[in-house]
């Protein structure tokens, strides 16, 4: 089991409907990162939580340190969302660094 | 701030050959990382240096792959008689000690590999 599940893997939706990924985790972490990826590699970092409750925009990141369980939501979507999202967590050891990754959802928003 | 660069953006080799790529990070950011994602899937860490301290290695890195920061400024990743597998895209990003933006990591575009 991957330290870090996303679903759904992929997402199809019609323009203006409202998005949800979730992401659970299985490791102590000392943060959650929410991630854009679009075609052709580029990465984009949307979101960095630890706690709570985070928004941007049309984006909101919830985050349940207790469940291990975190959700990105989209408002008012737009062909322009579509991208891969990725959940990554940083883990809970003092000084650790690196990111473990899901392996990320693929979202279309039709017009 | 140009952001996180990386040379070259594809690159095409035959099996056993060496290949190298290069990461600028955002300058002053003195973490760099180094991932790999293969199709279709999230990416995963290679090895991580604080300034030109190599800090973390994944067991992902053989002993085919060898990462450098000299300097702690720009970084090196080299696979050396590289094989099919290692087709991939190899991901850089930096991150600053402190600030506003103390801990994200900022990714460069990557270098994609393939190996005929």
């Known amino acids: 089991k991957n330290e870090v599940e996303q679903s759904p893997q992929n997402l199809t939706a019609q323009e203006g409907e409202f998005i949800t990924i979730n992401c659970s985790y299985s490791?102590?972490?000392?943060?959650l990162h929410w991630l854009q990826q679009h075609p052709g590699g580029g990465i984009v970092s949307l979101f960095m939580l630890s706690s709570g409750k985070k928004k941007h925009g049309r984006l909101i990141a919830t985050i349940n340190i207790q469940e291990k369980h975190s959700s990105l939501h989209i408002t008012a979507s737009h062909p322009r969302d579509s991208a891969v999202y990725i959940c990554a967590v940083r883990g809970g050891i003092q000084g650790a660094q690196k990111l473990v990754f899901g392996q990320g959802t693929r979202l279309t928003i039709n017009p | 701030d140009t952001g996180v660069s990386q040379d070259p953006r594809h690159k095409i080799t035959k099996r056993g050959q060496n290949v190298t790529f290069r990461c600028d990070p955002i300058s002053e950011h003195n973490r760099l990382y180094w991932y790999r994602q293969t199709l279709g899937q999230g990416p995963e860490f290679l090895t991580y240096?604080?300034?030109?301290?190599?800090?973390?290695k994944s067991r992902l890195l053989s002993d085919r792959f060898s990462a450098e920061r000299p300097k702690g400024s720009f970084s090196t990743l080299e696979i050396q008689r590289t094989e099919q597998g290692d087709s991939a895209m190899y991901l850089c990003?930096?991150?600053?000690?402190?600030?506003?933006?103390?801990?994200?990591?900022?990714f460069g575009p990557g270098t994609r590999l393939t190996v005929l």
């Open positions: 990003a930096s991150s600053p000690n402190s600030g506003a933006t103390y801990n994200e990591q900022f």
């Open positions: 240096f604080q300034n030109e301290a190599q800090l973390e």
């Open positions: 490791v102590g972490i000392s943060a």
